[in-house]
């Protein structure tokens, strides 16, 4: 019995102290209050400036076949959620893109020109102006929106091949 008793006290002495520790660092964390989707989409520029420009012309590159092709992929009748969806993923792009100067830059061009998310063909000739502005920034070729569709295919008839 004394035994017994023994390892109950050698117990309480090692988990009992441990169990203060943890419940005394949970008190003491500081809990910040949840940001606002307004709060996480319009925050600054995360990434450093990028200086290697070989990797800042292929991320470009990369970069906008992704936008060009998301946007030929987005519903034509984009439901309120679908469209929120694709307005918050081009802010927080805009914040986490790896070149910070770029990011900055289009932070910029968002300022001025919002996304337009009401459809597919309207955010598909958002985004191709849009890429139209950084290219006459940078002064390559201006790329003529009436074409977009055709250089950037939604793959949807697919879709409809294989659903049936």
Same mark, same amino acid.
């Given at each position: 019995?004394?035994? /017994?008793?023994?390892?109950?006290? /050698?117990?309480?002495?090692?988990?009992?102290?441990?169990?203060?520790? /943890?419940?005394?660092?949970?008190? *003491?964390?500081?809990?910040?209050?949840?940001?606002?989707r307004l709060e996480i989409d319009?925050?600054?520029?995360?990434?450093?400036?990028?200086?290697?420009?070989?990797?800042?012309?292929?991320? #470009? *590159?990369?970069?906008?076949?992704?936008?060009?092709?998301?946007?030929? $992929?987005?519903?034509?009748?984009?439901?309120? =959620? &679908?469209?929120?969806?694709? $307005?918050?993923?081009?802010?927080?792009?805009?914040?986490?893109?790896?070149?910070?100067?770029?990011?900055?830059?289009?932070?910029?061009?968002?300022?001025?020109?919002?996304? *337009?998310?009401?459809?597919? &063909?309207?955010?598909?000739?958002?985004?191709?102006?849009?890429?139209?502005?950084?290219?006459? $920034?940078?002064?390559? &070729?201006?790329? =003529?929106? #009436?074409?977009?569709?055709?250089?950037?295919?939604?793959?949807? =008839? =697919? &879709?409809?091949?294989?659903?049936?």
């Amino acid at each position: 019995m004394r035994l /017994l008793l023994l390892i109950l006290f /050698l117990s309480l002495l090692v988990i009992f102290p441990s169990f203060l520790y /943890l419940n005394y660092s949970v008190i *003491q964390t500081p809990v910040e209050p949840p940001l606002s989707r307004l709060e996480i989409d319009n925050g600054p520029v995360v990434m450093p400036h990028l200086k290697n420009s070989t990797i800042k012309a292929e991320l #470009g *590159q990369s970069s906008w076949k992704l936008l060009h092709t998301m946007m030929a $992929r987005f519903p034509e009748h984009p439901t309120q =959620d &679908e469209k929120e969806a694709l $307005r918050s993923f081009i802010y927080l792009f805009s914040r986490l893109y790896p070149c910070g100067e770029c990011a900055t830059e289009f932070q910029a061009i968002l300022a001025k020109h919002p996304p *337009q998310v009401s459809s597919r &063909e309207t955010a598909s000739q958002w985004a191709c102006a849009v890429h139209n502005i950084v290219n006459k $920034r940078l002064q390559k &070729e201006i790329f =003529d929106c #009436g074409k977009i569709t055709e250089k950037y295919k939604c793959g949807c =008839d =697919d &879709e409809k091949i294989h659903k049936s």
